[in-house]
């Protein structure tokens, strides 16, 4: 079965300092991955995602993230935090199923950021 | 910009009531997806449809139902609405192989 492991399910951090939300995945052959974020009482929005190209995947407002085959990790990750970055993050992992293109989630990881 | 709306934010219902919650999307995507997502518990896919009158079951699709006459709108059906299923609902939309859309989602509460 497909899974998502988020390994902490809040991370909170100072102002200015570096974000790391962590992210395992069930392995396969060629996965796509992808980071979403969620802003309170708003939908998803897509920060970056991995589909077989370069290792270290930049997204929207500075995050990037860098997949490691040999660790089956996708940590999520930015320089210094800002405190418009406070949300809830999910890592997710694409797969093809029944004619079509599905997604599992993680649990999520809630960051807040203190001023 | 690709837009998936959700025609409302808030519901409340009541035990028994059916209720239908749609979905449009306005980018000729071809899949379209309906989760719940609960606190602690992330988000859960219920139905899915790859095309027009195609659907299949998601992990949790007990107590729902999906309609996909039109390929911009996919709707979810509560046939008969029960506590358990007071969450709040995403639709997502997407070609194939690219991420999903997702719209703001309807906040639902059952009584």
């Known amino acids: 079965a497909q899974s998502v492991t988020q390994l902490d399910s809040h991370v909170s951090v100072s102002e200015g300092t570096p974000v790391l939300l962590r992210c395992n995945y069930s392995?396969?052959?060629?996965?796509?991955l992808f980071w979403y974020v969620q802003h309170p009482n708003k939908g998803l929005q897509l920060l970056l995602k991995?589909?077989?190209?370069?290792?270290l995947v930049k997204g929207i407002n500075g995050f990037e993230a860098e997949f490691k085959k040999s660790e089956t990790s996708f940590h999520l990750t930015k320089p210094s935090a800002h405190m418009s970055d406070a949300a809830e993050y999910f890592c997710?992992?694409?797969?093809?199923?029944?004619?079509?293109?599905?997604?599992?989630f993680g649990k999520g990881t809630k960051l807040s950021v203190i001023p | 910009d690709v837009k998936v709306t959700q025609s409302s934010r808030y519901l409340v219902k009541r035990t028994g009531e059916k209720v239908f919650l749609e979905c449009v999307q306005d980018?000729?995507?071809?899949?379209m997806f309906w989760y719940r997502q609960d606190p602690g518990l992330g988000l859960r896919l219920i139905y899915f449809?790859?095309?027009?009158?195609?659907?299949e079951k998601g992990d949790i699709p007990e107590g729902y139902s999906v309609s996909r006459e039109k390929k911009e709108r996919f709707s979810l059906i509560l046939e008969s609405a029960s506590t358990n299923q007071t969450s709040m609902y995403l639709c997502a939309s997407s070609k194939i192989g690219t991420g999903q859309y997702f719209g703001a989602g309807t906040r639902l509460s059952v009584l």
């Open positions: 449809s790859y095309d027009v009158k195609m659907k």
């Open positions: 980018m000729d995507h071809e899949n």
């Open positions: 392995s396969s052959y060629s996965p796509s």
């Open positions: 991995y589909t077989s190209a370069a290792t």
């Open positions: 997710v992992k694409a797969y093809s199923g029944a004619g079509s293109y599905q997604l599992t």
